[in-house]
């Protein structure tokens, strides 16, 4: 099998890796203990993956954003980051607690 690979141009390596992250627009896939096969064909790289996957939600904004709504509205951080969560925007979540 390998040696026909290598006849049409393909190579594959396994990659010593420790954790694969793959970031979304809205969250990380992580992948603990993976096994990943690197394959050559044609100047294109492809990675096939295989492991423990966990996923976790991104927050889109910053601390400074929270220290913002916090002192804008009084709200402690927890309040301040589950109305920045719920309208997503900085503006939106000030007005949301002030309300």
Same mark, same amino acid.
């Given at each position: 099998?390998?040696? &026909? &690979?290598?006849? &049409? !141009?393909? /190579?594959?390596?396994?990659?010593?890796?420790?954790?694969?992250?793959?970031?979304?627009?809205?969250?990380?896939?992580l992948?603990?203990?993976?096994?990943?096969?690197?394959?050559?064909?044609? !100047?294109?790289?492809?990675?096939?993956? /295989? !492991?423990?996957?966990?996923?976790r939600?991104?927050?889109?904004?910053?601390?400074?954003?929270?220290?913002?709504? &916090?002192?804008?509205?009084?709200?402690?951080?927890?309040?301040?980051?589950?109305?920045?969560?719920?309208? !997503?925007?900085?503006?939106? /979540?000030?007005?949301?607690?002030?309300?």
């Amino acid at each position: 099998m390998e040696k &026909m &690979m290598k006849q &049409m !141009g393909i /190579a594959s390596e396994e990659v010593d890796a420790t954790e694969v992250v793959i970031k979304t627009r809205n969250n990380e896939i992580l992948i603990s203990n993976p096994q990943v096969t690197k394959v050559k064909m044609g !100047g294109t790289a492809t990675f096939q993956i /295989a !492991g423990d996957v966990t996923e976790r939600t991104v927050e889109k904004f910053s601390k400074e954003d929270v220290n913002i709504v &916090m002192e804008q509205t009084g709200a402690d951080e927890t309040e301040a980051r589950e109305a920045l969560k719920k309208e !997503g925007d900085l503006a939106a /979540a000030i007005l949301a607690l002030k309300k």
